[in-house]
Structures are given as C-alpha cells and as structure tokens.
C-alpha cells in the first residue's frame, strides 16, 4: 500500500503497487459477519463491473474476498489513472460554453455505452471529484462500486441526484441529472454557487453564461420533472449534437429545474446498479481526373473581403482560444479558412497514424490521404458513402485540421463530406461536415473547431451525387500542435455552411 486515497463510511480505497504498476484497491470491512447473500450480491457486480471495456472507465482488474466472520474484507482492484480530478480543476476557473459541451460529449459517451449494457449499468455517483482528466484531455468516469450496499445504508444528501430518487434506486435520469449539475457547476463563475441547491429554471438562466439550446439541454438533464428529463443518454447525446435549430422543442415546458438532497450512501463513494433490460456493380472509375492540382489564381482562391459577422468577443482566434461566449455568440462555431499554400507541420498526428478505408480505387490507398503530400490521394472505390480514416493508436486532444478534398464535378454543382470520430472505432460523432463547388476542388481549407477528444478520425462522403471522391490530404492538430491561427481577409464564414 503506497497511501490512503479515501474513506467513506466501511469503504476505504489505497493507492497500492502491482506487479503491473500502480492500482487502486477498494476495500469494504463490515462490523458483522455479513451474509451469504450480502457477499454473493457484491461477487455478482464485480464481475459485471470486470466486464467494462470502454476506454474512458478504468479497468476492473481482480476481486479478493480475505478474512472470516467479522473479519471479512472484500477487495477490488482496478487499474489507476492518472489525471487531475474534475472538481480541482473547476475550484480555479470556470468553463466555456465550448468546454462543457464538449465535457458533456465524453460523459456522454460513456453513459451510452454502459446503458447500451445488458442488464443496463447505472454509475449513481456521477460528480466531478469522479471525473478524471488525464493529460493528454481524455475524461475517465471513476469510482463504481457496488449496488448491494445501498439498501441496507442511510441516505447522504447530494446535489447531484435527482430530487425524487431518494431512497436508493438508480435509473439512467440518475446520472444524466448528475451530468447536467456537474455541468452547471463547470459553468459558473461563483464558486459559492456550488453549494447551492438549483430551485428554478430562471436560476439556472441567471447562474450561466450560455447560449439558448444549450440552456434548454441543461433544463432538460436537471429538470425536477422526470417526464421533462432526457430517457437516455443517447437522447441526450442526439440533441446535444443536433443542429441548434432543432434543441428547442421542449422550451415551454420546461417550467422548474431544481436540485434536492437525496442519494443512499454507495459503496466506495459511488454506487453502481444495474436494471434488467431487457453487393452492386461498380461503374469504371474516371481516369486522371485529379493527377494533379488544377493551377488557380489567388484572385478565384479568396472570397472578397466582408464584414465578419458579430460575435461575442470580436475575436477572430478559434473557438477553443476565446474568452466565455456571450449570449449573442453562436455556440459551437467552426472558423474555416482558405490555405492554398499551406504546409504540413511536422508534428501533426495523422502522419504518423494508421489508415484503413471502405476501399480504394488502383493506387489510391488510405494512406495516401495521410502522408502529407497532396500529389497522391486517397481515391474512393464507390460514391456517397465511401470512407477514409485514421486510428491515433491513444486519444488525442483535437482542435483542428487541414482538408484538401475533391469530388467528379460533372456529376453535380456541389458535394458534401462529413468528418467524425470515436474513442473506440465503433461509436461515431459527428465533428464538422464541409461542401465543396467546383472551384473549391484541391484547395486545402483550415478548420478550427472546440477541442475534440478522439482516437480515431474518420474522412466519409455524405452526398457525392453518385460522383467519386478524392482525399489528398487530412492533417490533424491539437494542443500539443496547434494548427496556426487564421487571418481575416482569408476567413471562409464564422460557421460551417
């Protein structure tokens, strides 16, 4: 044992050596012998806790029963991460719009993935001394433990649990009301709010500095009203990256949002519980069509010089580099430019990644796309739906990237791709979608957008009008390479198109 970490109630956890490296050992005592069935109950969720593979929760790594009678300790190792906990970050600063949306994206994804389980997995705890972050900006979800412990325990206030689940029982409300709070608190500017039980929605309004869907998201995960609150976390992921035109369907109902004390004391200061829950033929492809470049005047590069449209803080930085958004700022605003000339750095991730594609067409391969040279490209072997990408091989933390793409003109006056990216390869979300006219063909754009955390990236053709497709280059960026700032008179718009 190298030193206590926590102890709450029977529970104590240890920062201890393994002979795989440093782990965390949760250690339940009890004052009695406890019971066959008490101690068959925590076998159960460990295992089930043992049988969590996503990449932002810590694995499970053994389970120790030592002792008899009253003397039992039951053990649960689990791999350590190392990272700052959320709830020391927020105790000196406070975030942007950007940052808690994008810290409401990997929570979750996370959710979705334990909601997705059967028997569905319920954390019950979630608050910001349990979200770590490691250095590189990927988010952990840590400290499950087990359900059975609840029944028998005193309830503990918490104002991270919904205010009508006061008696111990979890549902999926119980962690997405915890995220909306914790959200809240990353938001604010007064430290004192924190302490503070939330009554009202116009509160909630007054306490944060964000713009109005993202308001309305908050009201929805936090609202005391169970029929108003989000069913799922992949509800709640869905409009979260909705378009902001469609966040707004619940607006008047949402009528009250308060917080009350209420959650039953879980074991190792979290709770877990789970519920029972219950080929086509190909066209020839045109030939030389992209070999190389079409040459272009710098005059037919450039749009003419307008006037940016206002933003909260007349910045042309970023989004991830800005002050707090004001009310009248776009949330989630991507900042494209046109860069005709622009060179690769050296440091940038994809270079170094591994590539796969749905396909290629000749001498077109994935990595072509990747290997910053824009005389070859990846070239798609079929129309919309086609798809490049890239695995990191770890998460990255992401805040831009260079696209130099083209599509067959003669099938269409415009084509759109769409870049996403997953933390596992499985799951996808959508980062930026881009349109290109004819004249937009082979000219690299830079794009700035809020910090992404990603392994994996992906390059997809959504409507190429039945056209093929080409990807010379996809470059990625982040703060351990920043993609450099863009100048005003090269600005493409404030927002995708």
């Not at 308001?215 to 936090?222: I, N, P, S």
């Not at 990256?241 to 209420?262: C, M």
């Amino acid at each position: 044992m190298r030193q206590v970490l926590g102890q709450r109630g029977a529970a104590r956890t240890y920062l201890a050596d393994d002979a795989e490296g440093l782990v965390v050992l949760k250690e339940l005592s009890f004052s009695t012998e406890p019971s066959a069935t008490t101690l068959q109950a925590f076998h159960q969720e460990a295992r089930q806790l043992q049988g969590l593979t996503h990449p932002r929760i810590p694995r499970y790594l053994d389970l120790l029963q030592l002792g008899l009678g009253s003397g039992t300790r039951l053990y649960l190792v689990q791999e350590f991460i190392e990272g700052t906990p959320l709830e020391t970050e927020l105790a000196g600063r406070h975030s942007t719009e950007l940052e808690a949306r994008e810290l409401a994206r990997q929570v979750l994804d996370i959710l979705r993935y334990l909601q997705s389980r059967s028997p569905r997995v319920f954390h019950g705890d979630l608050k910001p001394a349990n979200l770590i972050r490691r250095a590189d900006g990927a988010l952990f979800l840590v400290d499950f433990g087990a359900a059975w412990v609840r029944g028998g325990a005193s309830s503990e206030a918490s104002r991270y649990t919904p205010p009508d689940q006061t008696h111990g029982e979890l549902d999926a409300a119980t962690d997405l009301f915890g995220l909306g709070v914790t959200l809240v608190d990353a938001l604010s500017w007064d430290p004192a709010w924190k302490q503070q039980k939330l009554t009202s929605s116009e509160k909630l309004a007054a306490s944060v500095d964000v713009t109005p869907p993202f308001r309305e998201f908050l009201a929805r995960l936090t609202s005391v009203d169970p029929a108003l609150r989000f069913a799922s976390a992949p509800n709640a992921l869905r409009d979260l990256e909705a378009p902001e035109q469609t966040h707004r369907p619940h607006a008047r109902r949402l009528k009250r949002v308060a917080l009350a004390a209420g959650a039953a004391l879980l074991i190792f200061g979290a709770g877990f519980a789970t519920g029972r829950v219950t080929a086509h033929s190909t066209p020839e492809h045109p030939r030389s069509r992209w070999a190389t470049p079409p040459p272009r005047s710098p005059a037919t590069l450039l749009p003419p010089p307008q006037p940016l449209p206002a933003r909260g803080s007349g910045s042309l930085h970023p989004p991830d580099m800005m002050d707090t958004p004001s009310a009248e700022q776009p949330s989630l605003q991507v900042q494209e430019q046109w860069a005709p000339d622009h060179q690769p750095r050296d440091c940038e991730f994809a270079g170094y990644a591994s590539a796969s594609a749905s396909g290629f067409y000749e001498t077109g391969g994935a990595s072509a796309a990747f290997d910053r040279n824009r005389a070859t490209a990846w070239r798609s072997n079929q129309s919309t739906g086609a798809w490049v990408q890239v695995d990191l091989s770890r998460d990255y933390t992401l805040t831009g990237m260079v696209l130099d793409w083209a599509w067959e003109t003669r099938f269409g006056p415009s084509a759109k791709s769409t870049v996403t990216t997953s933390l596992d390869g499985v799951r996808w979300s959508a980062l930026h979608s881009v349109i290109n006219e004819p004249q937009d063909n082979n000219v690299p754009r830079r794009v700035w957008f809020p910090q992404r955390v990603a392994r994996y990236v992906r390059f997809m053709g959504t409507d190429w009008n039945g056209g093929w497709g080409l990807l010379r280059s996809l470059e990625l960026y982040g703060p351990e390479c920043p993609l450099p700032r863009p100048s005003m008179l090269q600005d493409i718009a404030d927002s995708p198109r």
